[in-house]
């Protein structure tokens, strides 16, 4: 297998840190970014760095020139990015009306924006080789959206939506454009859940107070019973990136736990997706 120019976000924890090191196993290049490096991941950063094929670059995935640096400076060093993957992202739960305007907008801006932002940079160097593969990691809640999601879930959709136009349209030009949706994992982003700003609308959920501690509780039950594995998302990358052109799925279910509910849907809304573009006369874009 050709070796790749990789470039993996948020890659200090979690399913960035596992995927950085399961695709640099297989030799690629892979280009890893945190932010932070001289602080709060200074150690991460170091140990991540000292593993073959694996160069460390600070990035702040929501600002402009610092993504753009980045982009440079791999394309300074190997010419191109064959492969996007778009890992980084945060979370948020609580009642939707906590949330304001602006937690809303620092969802999509970290969820939504900063894969874009990357994808638009690497896009051209991937369309000019007519080679590519762009995997954004979304969520099963990007399929349905759950109470006390709703923040989540409305950025998680909006990264699929933005996904699933790219699968087709991207295709004539040999770039591959796919989602992997990951259920409940014992990730370090499950400890940094963030919460609505406006505490003023608490008091009037107090009859649905008591739900939320029986979601966490359902959820820990659940982690004794199947005991996930965040490596299944890593290795649902090194999959993706094993297959050939051309016949990597739009979307990937990696959930030992609901997956099967996930996976349905996305069959059922594959069979009936095709027939839309058909009636639109899309037809040459499937594949």
Known sequence: MDKKVVLITGTNSGFGWLTANSVAALGHKVYATMRDTDGKNANKAKALAEVENITILDVSLTDEA??????????????????????????????????????????IDVNVVAPWRLMKLALPFMRKQSEGLIINISSGWGRFSAPFFAMYGASKFALEGLSESLHYELRPFGVDVAIIQPGSFPTEMSQKVQFGSDTSVIDDYKMIADIPDKIFGAVGQMFERVKPNPQEVADAVVNLINLPKGQRPLRTVADPSTGEIVKTANDAVETEYTKVLTAFGMQELLP
């Open 66 to 107: 610092s993504v753009k640096s980045a982009i440079d400076t791999i394309i300074a060093k190997e010419g191109t990015i064959d492969i996007l993957v778009n890992n980084a992202g945060i979370s948020m739960f609580g009642v939707a009306e906590s949330s304001s305007p602006e937690d809303l907008q620092r969802m």
